[in-house]
């Protein structure tokens, strides 16, 4: 589909030290997009010419914890210095360990002092990183190119999206509750008296002039048990939610806790995020007659955008070898 674009930020799991693009990378592609569009509004109708497309930025960032509006107290010293300790990852394979709480009893090859940022959304704080994939779509809800959506039509079309992904790329059955995000139930049902609910994929959006802003993040094989030097979940209570659990598509398909940064894992991410776009853009419902609207060379474009992230601090994170710890 002409009038779509796709940028996907590189990283390097299977590396000896893995290296992923920062979080805060991520967010300055993400502010080039939205101002393209923003500027595009900005223009008096006569004069706006064709509208920039829609994009989708999708990526695996170093770890990061990012902190959502209700988070008015400031972090304390002694919790910043927990998150920003050390967290140690695996380059093994998740078929090499196929236990889901084994994760403490993995070699200790690298490790990552994860970031602390604040995002633009709602919420308390959550964790991104290696093993999941996030999902940013840059779109303006107003557009002529597609369908108008309301602040709730365009989360549900997330939600919608993620599920249907989750759904094809494994059989996962996922579904939606009173809070944000998407869910799968113990057994893959999604009915289920008593089955406990676990988080699987974390939604957060943020509008300036109905552009869109953040999105999803899916966990894929991101560490859901095991102590704190290795499950990064054990040093916050996710989204503010203490009654419900966090958990990934290796531990539902019965493959490992997934505290590897694999090619397996590149691999996996790569599959779900062309089938989220293919997705996404099936539910976007782009007019029939969109191409013409855009007079656009799509090859050109992402040139041009480009030249302009060659001017943004893009330098990877990688990780440390153990060895650090040791002088």
Known sequence: MAVFRYLSLHSNPG??????????????????????????KARPPSSRGPPPPPSLICFTPAPTYTLGRRQAEPLSESEVAQL????????????????AGDADRRPKSAFFLPAIDHAPRGGLA?????????????????????????????????EKTTIAA?????????????????????GGSRRGAGAEERKIAAL??????????????????????GPAETNPWARIVACGLEDRGVTNACVEL?????????????SALESLADTWSSEFQKRLKIH??????????????????DAQFKHLADSPVRAYPVSNLQT
Request: charge should be negative; glycine fraction near 6%.
């Open 15 to 40: 590396a000896l030290l893995p290296q992923f693009p920062s979080y805060v990378f991520a967010s300055q592609v993400q502010t080039v997009l939205q101002q393209e569009l923003l500027a595009w």
């Open 254 to 266: 019965g493959l490992s806790s997934g505290n590897d940064n694999s090619n397996d894992d590149k």
């Open 204 to 225: 957060g959006v943020h509008l300036r002039r109905h552009v869109t802003g953040l999105g999803v993040a899916i966990n894929y094989s991101t560490p859901v048990a």
């Open 166 to 186: 989750l759904e094809k790329q494994w059989g996962l059955a996922g579904f939606t509750t009173e809070n944000p995000g998407v869910w799968v139930r113990s």
């Open 126 to 158: 959550t964790y991104h990183g290696p093993g999941q994939l996030v999902v940013w779509p840059v779109i303006d809800l107003h557009s002529p190119l597609h369908q108008h959506l309301t602040v709730r039509d365009y989360a549900c079309l997330l």
């Open 84 to 99: 920003r300790s050390p967290l140690f990852v695996s380059t093994s394979s998740p078929r090499d360990a196929r236990i």
């Open 288 to 305: 029939p007659d969109a191409d013409s609207m855009v007079s656009f060379d799509a090859a050109q474009s992402l040139k041009d955008l």
